[in-house]
């Protein structure tokens, strides 16, 4: 076997006897190191509540009003004052006031 397979295969088994002969493997340490970050989340998380529960009940009743005002009826129309006759309407006018019939 070559010499350099031989010290792979070596430090390789070594390595496994040395996680082996700890009280906790690699995996077990990175778990141990993410449960500590997430608890102070956590107890953050439960203060926090009562807040997220009051503010849940105000955006739910701000929806509801916005949903309200979405519902009601369009304004009717408002009444037009009449814009001032056009040339023709005010020569055709003139001609009838001048015929004697």
Same mark, same amino acid.
């Given at each position: 076997?070559? $010499?350099? /397979?031989? $010290?792979?295969?070596?430090?390789?088994?070594?390595? *496994?006897? @040395?996680?082996?002969?700890?009280?906790?493997?690699?995996?077990?340490?990175?778990? $141990?190191?993410? @449960?500590?970050?997430? %608890?102070?989340?956590? %107890?953050?998380? &439960? /203060?926090?509540?009562?807040?997220? /529960?009051?503010? %849940? /009940? !105000? *955006? #739910?009743?701000?929806?509801?009003?916005? %949903? =309200? &005002?979405?519902?009601?009826?369009?304004?009717?129309?408002? #009444?037009? !004052?009449?814009?001032?006759?056009?040339? &023709? =309407?005010?020569?055709?006018?003139? *001609?009838?006031?001048?015929?004697?019939?």
């Amino acid at each position: 076997m070559p $010499e350099l /397979k031989r $010290e792979h295969i070596f430090n390789a088994l070594n390595r *496994l006897a @040395m996680e082996i002969d700890t009280n906790r493997t690699w995996v077990e340490s990175v778990g $141990e190191v993410v @449960m500590r970050l997430t %608890d102070p989340i956590d %107890d953050i998380n &439960k /203060k926090l509540a009562p807040a997220k /529960k009051l503010f %849940d /009940k !105000i *955006l #739910k009743r701000l929806g509801e009003s916005r %949903d =309200e &005002k979405e519902a009601l009826p369009a304004p009717e129309e408002q #009444k037009r !004052i009449e814009g001032p006759s056009t040339a &023709k =309407e005010d020569a055709a006018n003139d *001609l009838e006031d001048e015929i004697p019939f």
